[in-house]
């Protein structure tokens, strides 16, 4: 059974750093490329980034770029983002996300961010 678990959320004040890890059972972290989503109360989910299989290379929303970085560990099978120089504006659910070669997306269950004073 395929679970993505995250953890690293909470409250920090603005300026505040976190790290979000995601752990990923039943899929060989490795070959698939996998990103993090974020949702604010009342707004759609948006993609903040992700890692490719293939060469590693990665994508930042423009929002983020700058601040937050994203990186794999394939010996743990995981995933984290840095955030740093977080804003208010950074609140949201943060979750992480697999896809697959054939495009099937598995999602976790998401890790609450906040961002105040």
């Known amino acids: 059974q395929v679970q993505l678990v995250e953890s690293g959320g909470g409250l920090v004040q603005p300026g505040g750093s976190l790290r979000l890890s995601c752990v990923v059972s039943?899929?060989?972290?490795?070959?698939?490329?996998i990103g993090w989503f974020r949702q604010a109360p009342g707004k759609e989910r948006e993609g903040v980034s992700c890692?490719?299989?293939?060469?590693?290379?990665?994508y930042y929303g423009d929002s983020v770029k700058g601040r937050f970085t994203i990186s794999r560990d394939n010996t743990k099978n995981a995933t984290y983002l840095q955030m740093n120089s977080l804003k208010p504006d950074d609140t949201a659910v943060y979750y992480c996300?697999?896809?697959?070669?054939?495009?099937?997306?598995?999602w976790g269950q998401g890790t609450q961010v906040t961002v105040s004073s």
């Open positions: 996300k697999l896809t697959t070669t054939l495009g099937t997306g598995y």
């Open positions: 039943a899929f060989t972290l490795e070959y698939y490329t």
């Open positions: 890692i490719s299989s293939a060469d590693g290379s990665t």
